[in-house]
């Protein structure tokens, strides 16, 4: 039981961490300078969405176990 929390826990780290580096690109001064600005933004998006549906699967693993 404890090692499903941990690994929601972990998930929700991870998004957390996912959304803050999301939102700090977006709000960059130069974003405009960047040449690979849209596809590193892109990537970040799907970095964050791969850590939501990681940290729902681990929640509701950990739901239907307690």
Known sequence: MTKLRDNYEKAQQKLETADANLKKFQTQSDRLTLANFDERLRELE?????????????????????
């Not at 990681?54 to 693993?61: C, V």
């Open 46 to 66: 799907d970095i964050r969405c791969e850590y939501e549906q990681s940290r729902t699967l681990s929640r509701d693993i950990y739901a239907t176990e307690t």
